[in-house]
């Protein structure tokens, strides 16, 4: 689930996810959160993402502003 409009592509890796999302509308600022059911941690830096695990669900907090439209690549390891 997401609390804004936005397009998410979710591909499952041996080792968890690949994630890209986009605000279509090209209008969204300000950090959004993106939740998963499952336990993750980010793979890699990415300075827009920050991601917690608790309760079975992942919350992933996006920093959309300035993305105007452009996709914003995470990726998730299992945990």
């Given amino acids: 689930t997401t609390d804004f409009a936005c397009t998410v592509l979710v591909k499952d890796t041996e080792n968890g996810k690949q ?3 986009s605000d ?3 209008k969204v600022t300000g950090e959004h959160t993106l939740i998963l059911d499952g336990t993750y941690t980010l793979d890699g830096e990415n300075d827009r993402v920050s991601v917690t695990a608790e309760g079975g669900k992942t919350a992933v907090v996006i920093d ?3 993305s105007e439209g452009q ?3 995470i990726n998730l390891r299992k945990k």
């Fill in 71 to 73: 996709s914003i690549q």
């Fill in 24 to 26: 279509p509308t090209m």
């Fill in 19 to 21: 994630i890209a999302i």
């Fill in 64 to 66: 959309m502003t300035g």
